[in-house]
């Protein structure tokens, strides 16, 4: 498994900014996309965005097109979430998600799906 560890998260009023970060560790892997999930209380979680680690392609949600930005840093292993113009409906816990592969060996490798702990984002009103 990759390790991802999240920060940013914080409490603003609407119209306000935040930015998540997301930090990949592990060993023998490579990325091959990174992004972002949200759940807010008694709700499913839902597809915020993600990045392509190679080629740099995004994908967002129709929800947050327009106000977040996705983006990477590839030597850092870090993805981030810019959020600009928070709405309350976007108040949730926001997950890291990361698609790698692991080869601990060149006769072995595998693919891994793995989340973040979850950090809080709070817009009031």
């Known amino acids: 498994h990759v390790q991802l560890l999240e920060s940013g998260g914080g409490e603003v009023q609407a119209g306000g900014s935040l930015r998540l970060s997301c930090a990949a560790s592990?060993?023998?892997?490579?990325?091959?996309?990174m992004g972002w999930f949200r759940q807010a209380p008694a709700k499913e979680r839902e597809f915020v965005a993600n990045?392509?680690?190679?080629?740099?392609?995004?994908d967002y949600a129709d929800s947050v097109k327009g106000r977040f930005t996705v983006s990477r840093d590839n030597a850092r292993n870090t993805v981030y979430l810019q959020m600009n113009g928070l709405k309350p409906q976007d108040t949730a816990i926001y997950y890291c998600?990361?698609?790698?592969?692991?080869?601990?060996?060149?006769?072995?490798?595998?693919?891994?799906?793995?989340w973040g702990q979850g950090t809080q984002v709070t817009v009031s009103s």
């Open positions: 592990g060993r023998s892997f490579s990325i091959y996309t």
């Open positions: 998600q990361s698609h790698t592969k692991i080869c601990p060996s060149v006769e072995s490798c595998w693919s891994s799906d793995d």
């Open positions: 990045i392509a680690w190679s080629e740099g392609n995004t």
